[in-house]
Every structure is written in structure tokens, then in C-alpha cells.
């Protein structure tokens, strides 16, 4: 089976990996704990923390023969750059119509 | 994590005035974009990025001079980022002028997540201290 690379919003666009994150945002967890919380093959699982890791959500270290999975900030600071787009688009279109206003205001 | 963005502008100008801007494509293009917009609910109509791509949007509310909102979205074919969202405009008369609150929220891929136990506020958590941990 061949690695996907999904963008961070495919990423949380599927429900199980939202469900995984949830799980990991309390503690990090082996891959086969996670496993237990989901009715899919253990395969599957892996797949899904893949994706999620590739996108920069979890970090992945080996303890003896245990892989313990972390969430990580590179995928969620992704989403927060989109919403920072859109805060910074407002903002300068605003100050812009309070321009126009403002001169046309003091030509009338 | 900050779900919705909002700004409060304040104008000189009456709501009246404030409300063409926001209304009237010729005066709109002016600070946003060019657009077939028309003040009627249920109205579609895009605007055009500068470059060229749609913002797809539809009318949800109109109260001349008080309210007005829209459906504002992108998808697959444009963006590889595709949203829903709303975003509303209300105006409220003050002395000497106008204030202008603007909501941009409802973005679809965060209310997803809100939608199973409130998973985004553990994640925003968790961001919130790993962040202090890498302040440390």
C-alpha cells in the first residue's frame, strides 16, 4: 500500500483521524492502543497515522518495540496560517473603504 | 485556535453611505472585489480574485442599512483549501457615524471537527501547551 500525501484539510476531513487526534490530544498512544478504540484493521490504522504524519499532526517515536504517537503543532499551525490569511484580508480591505469614505467625504 | 474572525471598523459616514459600499458592485469593486451582486436573498453571484479564480457565494439576509450576510466558499476546483463560510455584515448607527461589525465564520473544515466532542477544543488545548513547553 503506497503512502498518500494528503494537505492538512484532506487530512482532517476524514472523521477516524479526527477521532485519532481527539484520542491523542490526551495522551500519546501506541499505535495498537489506538487500534482498540477503532473497528478497522490494524493496517488501516497504520495507514491513517501515516497520512496524519506525513501532514506534520504526529510525531512517531519507538520505544523498545512499542511506536508511541504524539500529537504535533506543524499541521495545526497550517490551518491557523488559513485563518490568518482571511483576518489579514479584512482587515486591509476595511482600512481601504475607510480610505475611499474618508477622501470622498472631504471632496463633497 | 481562532475559529472565526471578526473586525469592528468604525465610519463618519452614515449607514446609509457605509451601505452602498457594501452593496452596490461599481462601489464594492472599489475596496473588494468585482462581483454580480445583488442585494436579494437567495441571489447568487461570485466575486473575482485578482487572479481570476471565484469566490462562490449566495444571499442570505438583507435588512437594508442593518444586516447583511452571505455565503462566501471555494472548492476543489479552485483551491486546494476548500471552505464554507458565511460572512455577515452588521451595521449600527453611532454619533457621528457609522460601526461596522464584520463575522467571517462557520468555516466548514473547523465546525467538522467541533462536531465530535467539541475535538477541537481538546486540540486547541494540547496546541496551546505545546506551545508554552516551547517557550520553556
Redesign the interface.
Known amino acids: 500500500m503506497s503512502t498518500q500525501t494528503l494537505d492538512v484539510f484532506q487530512v482532517i476531513a476524514d472523521p477516524s483521524r479526527r477521532q485519532m487526534m481527539q484520542l491523542l490530544s490526551k495522551e500519546s498512544m501506541t499505535i495498537n492502543a489506538l487500534a482498540e478504540n477503532f473497528d478497522m484493521s490494524r493496517p488501516a490504522v497504520s495507514k491513517h497515522i501515516k497520512i496524519m504524519h506525513n501532514a506534520g499532526f504526529i510525531s512517531i517515536k519507538t520505544i523498545g518495540r512499542e511506536r508511541y504517537c504524539t500529537l504535533k503543532q506543524d499541521g495545526f499551525n497550517e490551518l491557523q496560517q488559513f485563518i490568518n490569511y482571511f483576518d489579514k484580508f479584512w482587515q486591509s480591505k476595511l482600512k481601504k473603504l475607510q480610505m475611499i469614505l474618508d477622501n470622498k467625504s472631504k471632496l463633497n | 485556535?481562532?475559529?472565526e474572525?471578526k473586525?469592528t471598523?468604525y465610519?463618519?459616514?452614515t449607514p446609509q453611505?457605509?451601505w452602498d459600499?457594501l452593496t452596490k458592485p461599481e462601489l464594492m469593486e472599489?475596496?473588494?472585489m468585482p462581483s454580480d451582486f445583488k442585494p436579494e436573498v437567495g441571489h447568487h453571484f461570485r466575486f473575482t480574485n485578482p487572479n481570476n479564480t471565484f469566490v462562490v457565494c449566495e444571499v442570505l439576509e438583507v435588512k437594508p442599512f442593518t444586516n447583511l450576510s452571505y455565503v462566501w466558499k471555494n472548492d476543489w476546483a479552485v483551491t486546494?483549501?476548500?471552505?464554507t463560510s458565511n460572512v455577515s455584515w452588521t451595521l449600527t448607527p453611532v454619533e457621528h457615524g457609522t460601526e461596522?461589525l464584520?463575522v467571517?465564520s462557520g468555516?466548514e473544515?473547523?465546525k467538522?471537527?467541533t462536531d465530535?466532542?467539541n475535538?477541537w477544543m481538546?486540540?486547541c488545548?494540547?496546541?496551546g501547551e505545546?506551545?508554552k513547553a516551547?517557550n520553556k
Open positions: 485556535m481562532q475559529r474572525i473586525h471598523f465610519f463618519n459616514q453611505q457605509v459600499y472599489q475596496w473588494l486546494k483549501t476548500p471552505y461596522l464584520l467571517h468555516f473544515l473547523f467538522n471537527l465530535h466532542n475535538g481538546f486540540l488545548n494540547k496546541l505545546l506551545l516551547a
